[in-house]
């Protein structure tokens, strides 16, 4: 089972899920725990291979949606019927795929650095890394994505927390996780057909030219969607901008009268 934390502090209230980035772990949450603790239960997941989740559990051709049965069974395993879920960047991309597989489980679903589809220049980063994934250090990749992905220096804190944690992995998770990648853009797009009425809330930086434009873009075909853009932050806002993350999501959350 995946490692996980948790934080019960009533139970009366609902309980928030949160879904760490690749390369990341359920400790990128720093600025949203004592905030989150004061109106919801919060439980943080080290997905597959990261933090302290036990190292090479794949099979062949896992996908994403084994990657969701994992976070199911660890909801399973402590009695939770439903949640709401938060992620940043591939950790939305985990919980696209529980709305889509366990829509029952899903009380709604917040979607910071989302990642929906892939423009030219994400293409380009990840052919790039699938040719030299296994031939050249993956920290060395790793530092140079993250440069990309988060290139300013008020993105530094961001750059750092994701270099750190990523230093936990191994190359044989990092190819694995990069291997997910070689058919994302068909799966992505299948994820957006239909929330299946699950409350959705997009929130992005301002600065994530990656990922934000294909966002915007399906917003405005999806009015049922929601969408807050942050300024002076790039793709991993909830660090970059924490009390506006913070402020933002449990605001959209409480407005669902749960």
């Not at 942050?230 to 009268?257: E, M, R, Y």
């Amino acid at each position: 089972m995946l490692h996980y934390r948790l934080y019960e502090t009533d139970p009366s209230y609902s309980w928030v899920t949160f879904i760490h980035g690749a390369g990341g772990s359920s400790s990128i949450w720093y600025k949203q725990i004592k905030e989150y603790k004061n109106h919801f239960n919060i439980l943080c997941i080290d997905l597959r291979g990261h933090g302290k989740s036990k190292k090479d559990t794949w099979k062949k051709n896992d996908t994403f949606i084994q990657v969701a049965e994992d976070v199911i069974k660890v909801l399973d395993h402590l009695n939770i019927s439903s949640s709401h879920f938060v992620g940043i960047s591939l950790g939305t991309i985990v919980i696209q795929t529980l709305a889509q597989e366990y829509p029952n489980r899903v009380l709604s679903t917040i979607l910071g650095g989302a990642v929906i589809k892939l423009n030219i220049r994400a293409k380009f980063l990840l052919t790039v890394g699938r040719l030299f994934k296994s031939i050249i250090p993956y920290m060395w990749l790793y530092k140079l994505f993250a440069t990309i992905i988060m290139p300013y220096s008020h993105h530094k804190e961001s750059r750092i927390v994701f270099i750190q944690q990523a230093k936990k992995m191994c190359q044989k998770e990092f190819v694995r996780w990069f291997s997910l990648t070689k058919s994302i853009n068909p799966f992505l797009k299948n994820l957006q057909l239909n929330v299946k009425g699950i409350p959705t809330l997009f929130i992005m930086g301002e600065e994530d030219y990656l990922f934000l434009a294909p966002v915007k873009e399906l917003v405005s075909r999806q009015p049922e969607l929601h969408l807050i853009t942050l300024k002076n932050s790039g793709h991993v806002c909830n660090i970059d901008q924490p009390q506006k993350f913070n402020k933002a999501t449990i605001q959209f959350i409480q407005s669902l009268n749960y």
